[in-house]
């Protein structure tokens, strides 16, 4: 009898020595004495007669006492490892107790709270000194610990996201080049559908990262979310979406598509602009796979589509550059074939003549262009860097075809337009890389 009740005895004194470091630690706590609390409850985890209900006790106050720790300026920096000290010990934790009964019967959940709040302080901190990557990794820890709360009904708000920490984790993420997981973090926007104006750039980013990564199921998804969410930038997502299948399409399939839209109807500015862009910008791996008269015929095709666009807006300069431009590329393609065709022979001579004649026709249509551009560009006031450049590479090439075409003169006996282009061609020679 004198045993069992000294094993009572004993039991009940393990119980009340455990009752009395949980006081002594929460007496701490609620003093905001951190350290003394730290050394109490790291004593307390070192009696190795911890039973696991006590332990999972245990650890919830590490939790909460390292959670402190961290979120305390004066300390944080004297322990360093307080906030893993303090996930850690939720780990262990959770590992004994995952239903989290012990968690929510003691109010526990506030050292979660105190990383939370303090991860997303220092994030916040970083993001406004630019510190991108020391950013991302203490919003990534408060968006972490925000969902955990928040899908276990731990939080006293009835949101099922944290909208605010999701979308700074996500910037953060953009802005330290982690293009994979800034989607992840829009994408968990994006798919409740938040739509306040300050989202609208997430929807951009999602269409072009999975436009980029050529994953048309999703593309479509966050492209349709934003035609519905944001209708009065249509404009904008149709062009996403014209710049999402120039771009994937192989090139048969972009040319009958075009040739298809224009026997529609359906073609604008935007669009014979971005078919322009696509066709003269095809990569060589395509080219390759082209003799030379397709490769010239898509060459015109490119011209066509820009001179179209110009056509729809007869103020934007750089559409009449680039007709120019891929015309003026037809005509020194062409003097390559007048130069390697070289001989005395009859045969060579003829061939010569017929490869002449193609170059004047392309170096007139490009000089007429080239002159529209010059005009439009040279009388504009607030030229952007790219016009600013399109412009004293306008002055080179329209001297370099009237140049050549002065001297075709003298090849072929017409001496009266020599004066008239040897003027030309001195004016914009002059004006070499005058613009800035």
Same mark, same amino acid.
């Not at 893993?84 to 526990?108: H, T």
């Given at each position: 009898m004198?045993?069992?009740?000294l094993?009572?005895?004993?039991?009940?004194?393990? &119980?009340? #020595? &455990?009752?009395?470091?949980e006081?002594?630690?929460?007496?701490?706590?609620?003093?905001?004495?951190?350290?003394?609390?730290?050394?109490?409850?790291?004593k307390?985890l070192?009696?190795?007669?911890? =039973?696991?209900?006590?332990?999972?006790?245990? $650890?919830l106050?590490k939790?909460?006492?390292?959670?402190?720790?961290?979120?305390?300026?004066?300390l944080?920096?004297?322990?360093?490892?307080a906030a893993?000290?303090?996930?850690?010990?939720? %780990? *262990?934790?959770?590992?004994?107790?995952?239903?989290?009964?012990?968690?929510?019967? +003691?109010?526990?959940a506030?050292? #979660?709270?105190?990383?939370?709040n303090a991860?997303?302080? *220092?994030?916040? %901190?970083?993001?406004?000194? *630019?510190?991108?990557?020391?950013?991302?990794?203490?919003?990534?820890?408060?968006?972490?610990?925000?969902?955990? /709360?928040?899908?276990?009904?731990?939080?006293?708000?009835?949101?099922t996201?944290?909208?605010?920490?999701?979308?700074?984790?996500?910037?953060? @993420?953009?802005?330290s080049?982690?293009?994979?997981?800034? %989607?992840k973090?829009?994408?968990?926007?994006?798919?409740?559908?938040?739509?306040?104006?300050?989202?609208e750039?997430?929807?951009?980013?999602?269409?072009?990262?999975?436009?980029?990564?050529?994953?048309?199921?999703?593309?479509?998804?966050? #492209?349709?979310e934003?035609?519905e969410?944001y209708p009065?930038?249509?404009a904008?997502?149709?062009q996403?979406?014209?710049?999402?299948?120039?771009s994937?399409?192989?090139?048969?399939?972009?040319?009958?598509?075009?040739?298809?839209?224009?026997?529609?109807?359906?073609?604008?500015?935007?669009?014979y602009?971005t078919?322009?862009?696509s066709?003269a910008?095809?990569?060589?791996?395509q080219?390759?796979?082209?003799d030379?008269?397709q490769?010239m015929?898509?060459?015109?095709?490119? @011209?066509?589509?820009?001179?179209?666009?110009?056509?729809?807006?007869n103020t934007?300069?750089?559409?009449?550059?680039?007709?120019?431009?891929?015309?003026y590329?037809? $005509?020194?393609d062409?003097?390559?074939?007048?130069?390697?065709?070289?001989?005395e022979?009859a045969?060579?001579?003829?061939?010569?003549?017929?490869?002449?004649?193609?170059?004047m +026709?392309?170096a007139?249509?490009?000089s007429?262009?080239?002159t529209?551009?010059?005009t439009i560009l040279?009388?504009?006031?607030?030229?952007? =860097?790219?016009?600013?450049?399109? /412009?004293?590479r306008?002055?080179?090439y329209?001297?370099?075809?009237?140049?050549?075409?002065?001297?075709?003169? *003298?090849?072929?006996?017409?001496?009266k337009d020599?004066?008239?282009l040897?003027?030309? $061609?001195?004016?914009?020679?002059a004006?070499?890389?005058?613009?800035k």
């Open positions: 004198k045993k069992i009740l094993s009572f005895v004993l039991a009940f004194c393990t &119980m009340y #020595l &455990m009752a009395q470091d006081a002594v630690i929460q007496l701490y706590v609620t003093q905001k004495q951190y350290e003394k609390a730290k050394d109490q409850v790291d307390w070192a009696n190795p007669k911890l =039973k696991d209900k006590d332990k999972a006790t245990a $650890y106050w939790l909460t006492v390292y959670g402190n720790i961290y979120a305390d300026s004066s944080s920096s004297k322990y360093p490892d893993d000290q303090a996930m850690d010990a939720f %780990a *262990k934790y959770q590992a004994i107790d995952p239903s989290l009964k012990q968690m929510r019967e +003691g109010n526990f506030g050292g #979660l709270g105190s990383i939370y991860s997303f302080n *220092k994030g916040r %901190a970083a993001f406004q000194n *630019k510190s991108w990557q020391e950013a991302f990794k203490q919003f990534s820890t408060a968006e972490r610990i925000g969902e955990f /709360l928040l899908t276990n009904k731990l939080s006293s708000t009835t949101s996201i944290d909208t605010t920490t999701v979308l700074y984790t996500g910037y953060a @993420a953009q802005n080049q982690l293009t994979d997981s800034a %989607a973090y829009y994408a968990m926007l994006a798919d409740v559908k938040v739509a306040a104006p300050e989202y750039d997430i929807y951009k980013y999602l269409i072009q990262y999975y436009s980029d990564k050529k994953d048309d199921a999703n593309f479509k998804k966050y #492209l349709a934003a035609k969410l009065n930038d249509n904008m997502w149709s996403f979406e014209m710049n999402n299948m120039t994937n399409a192989d090139l048969p399939t972009l040319l009958d598509q075009y040739n298809k839209d224009v026997a529609a109807g359906s073609m604008n500015e935007t669009k602009a078919y322009g862009e066709f910008t095809t990569d060589k791996s080219l390759d796979k082209l030379s008269i490769k015929n898509l060459k015109v095709t490119a @011209a066509q589509a820009f001179s179209k666009a110009f056509d729809a807006n934007n300069g750089l559409y009449a550059f680039n007709t120019g431009v891929i015309y590329g037809i $005509y020194t062409l003097d390559d074939r007048f130069n390697a065709n070289r001989g022979s045969a060579l001579k003829i061939k010569r003549k017929e490869i002449a004649a193609m170059e +026709g392309y007139d249509t490009a007429q262009w080239l529209k551009a010059y040279k009388a504009k006031q607030d030229r952007a =860097k790219s016009e600013t450049l399109s /412009l004293n306008t002055v080179d329209l001297a370099n075809i009237y140049y050549w075409e002065r001297d075709q003169t *003298k090849v072929n006996g017409n001496n020599y004066d008239k040897d003027a030309l $061609y001195k004016q914009y020679d004006e070499h890389n005058s613009y």
